[in-house]
């Protein structure tokens, strides 16, 4: 089975941040490997070690993105792919479909690994939106796979429990990070990572063009979360206390 991996460079959700008119300010230099993206990496590493078969990522990002490759590359991945952006683009999830979508119809692959969301923008859309695109069958959410013979087999959680999904391949699926625990690159890993290719893709050489990246839905400004209305506290007697509630819950809550 040979996995194709995509993984993005977000801001670190732990680095300290900051909201001013309405535009966030994180720490530039605090970017990592995104959580869900680290998950599919690692569950395609299992998979092949356990089945045989390869591992390559591929990256959409501005320059500096070569780092997050290196840590896929140090976790055991063979290869990765970094398709250039120059960091200016107003990209949406849309963007990021189109653009991984013409690189892989030009891919051979069994098996296309996404993490369901992303920790920066928490859309969760552009797996979905690459599977329409290349017509494949697809699921979402995986928090278990397997390969059975030449079919991927995949613990779905659902709305209401898990689901044991079987997919034909090629096939696309996305996995959340409580599938697994990534495994931390050891020194040799990292030192292996070095020597490993890196193929580097302009959106031109994929025949894309500004005109097709034309975001649809943007983010138009960021708030800090409302401090939470302090609670009411009822003393007395149960039965009138659930009174006093359910006047409450209709007259003020309008939920009854």
Not at 34 to 49: F, G, I, M, P, R
Not at 174 to 188: A, F, Y
């Amino acid at each position: 089975m040979k996995f194709l991996v995509s993984i993005k460079m977000v801001p670190d959700v732990y680095a300290p941040f900051q909201i001013k008119d309405g535009e966030l300010i994180m720490d530039g230099d605090r970017m990592v490997l995104n959580a869900y993206d680290a998950s599919a990496v690692e569950e395609a590493l299992v998979l092949t070690e356990k089945y045989g078969g390869d591992v390559e990522v591929v990256c959409v990002g501005p320059a500096k993105a070569s780092e997050t490759i290196r840590k896929a590359l140090a976790m055991g991945a063979a290869k990765g792919h970094h398709i250039v952006t120059t960091g200016t683009e107003n990209l949406d999830s849309g963007s990021y479909a189109t653009i991984l979508a013409k690189f892989f119809d030009g891919q051979e692959y069994n098996i296309l690994s996404f993490g369901k969301q992303s920790q920066d923008t928490d859309s969760g859309l552009t797996g979905g939106m690459v599977a329409t695109k290349l017509n494949l069958p697809y699921t979402t959410n995986a928090v278990g796979l397997d390969i059975e013979g030449d079919k991927l087999v995949v613990k779905r959680q659902g709305d209401t429990g898990q689901e044991m999904i079987e997919l034909p391949t090629p096939c696309l699926v996305t996995c959340s990070n409580d599938m697994n625990e990534p495994r931390i690159p050891n020194l040799k890993g990292i030192m292996a990572s070095k020597r490993k290719p890196i193929d580097t893709i302009n959106l031109e050489d994929l025949g894309i063009d500004d005109s097709d990246l034309l975001a649809v839905s943007m983010v138009t400004s960021y708030e800090y979360v409302p401090a939470r209305a302090a609670g009411k506290k009822f003393e007395g007697e149960p039965e009138e206390i659930a009174a006093k509630v359910a006047q409450l819950l209709d007259t003020e809550a309008n939920v009854l």
